[in-house]
């Protein structure tokens, strides 16, 4: 793909660098509070659907990706600015709270590092121009399902959905393959497929194999590459999938013990976004 640049091809990937920390910084609240304001929700609703109010071990008030300001988890302590900087903060203060001394959980640099490095890599694809907002809008949102699906074992609708139908839509305002009818085609076979295997892998095992939200990630994907990418995506996710449950196999972990496929298919799908481009000279609908 070419690509034209109105600032020095250094500076450009540069300023994606700083730009992914910023991001990664705030994909790790994404992350660490999604699936609790989820599990609020969902508790707030059961108990409307029972009759019951809240109780008193339960959190309440206002929780959200913007409030409460960023704050150690441990001691609650509200962060500085000069605690707050992506990545740096962290090794200066040696991966401990400066209030409470409490350690910080590693997530938090190598999001912030794995999102940086992987928007410099599209930068230097697409180039610092507008065909770049589609695909570093899916590129960061796919990081941000994988480390919830890593943790939690969760695909959020929230995260899924409007990855879904910003693929449909960017179908239509990017020239770029895949096609509109593509897109369409995509979301719909890639859903199917995992349908197909959910319900092939349950009938011979008597066992569930994955969740719902891989059904739509595979169709967020599906929209975003296109039909003719998604043979790749499944061999390329399946694949591993297998090396990663080998390895914790041979590190003695249990064999029946669950492996989320999320991070293996939200990888596939953005090295296919990267470097699957030769899919995008195949026949189109």
């Not at 600015?81 to 962290?90: A, D, G, T």
Request: hydrophobic fraction near 50%; aromatic fraction near 8%; include cysteine.
């Amino acid at each position: 793909m070419e690509t034209t640049h109105a600032l020095p091809v250094t500076l450009e990937l540069f300023l994606a660098g700083i730009a992914g920390l910023i991001v990664g910084s705030f994909l790790n609240v994404v992350v660490h509070r999604l699936p609790r304001i989820l599990e609020q929700r969902w508790g707030e609703e059961a108990r409307e659907i029972l009759g019951q109010t809240q109780t008193e071990v339960e959190p309440s008030g206002h929780y959200s990706l913007a409030w409460p300001p960023s704050h150690c988890p441990h001691c609650l302590r509200r962060l500085r600015l000069r605690e707050n900087i992506p990545l740096v903060s962290y090794l200066l203060q040696l991966g401990r709270c400066r209030g409470c001394g409490a350690e910080i959980r590693p997530r938090y640099p190598i999001l912030e590092a794995v999102t940086a490095a992987a928007t410099v890599a599209v930068v230097a694809v697409y180039g610092l121009t507008i065909t770049a907002l589609g695909p570093l809008a899916l590129t960061w949102a796919l990081i941000a399902a994988a480390a919830i699906d890593q943790e939690h074992y969760l695909l959020p609708d929230s995260l899924t959905l409007p990855l879904l139908w910003a693929g449909l839509l960017w179908s239509i305002l990017d020239p770029a393959p895949p096609t509109p009818t593509g897109a369409i085609i995509g979301a719909t076979a890639g859903y199917l497929a995992m349908w197909s295997i959910f319900h092939g892998h349950r009938l011979i095992t008597g066992r569930e194999g994955m969740g719902h939200g891989d059904f739509k990630l595979t169709a967020a994907l599906g929209a975003w590459l296109g039909w003719q990418a998604l043979p790749a995506l499944v061999l390329i996710a399946a694949l591993a999938g297998l090396v990663s449950a080998l390895i914790l196999a041979l590190r003695n972990r249990p064999l029946d013990q669950p492996i989320p496929f999320g991070p293996f298919l939200a990888g596939a799908g953005w090295l296919l976004l990267l470097f699957g481009h030769e899919a995008s000279q195949w026949p189109l609908l």
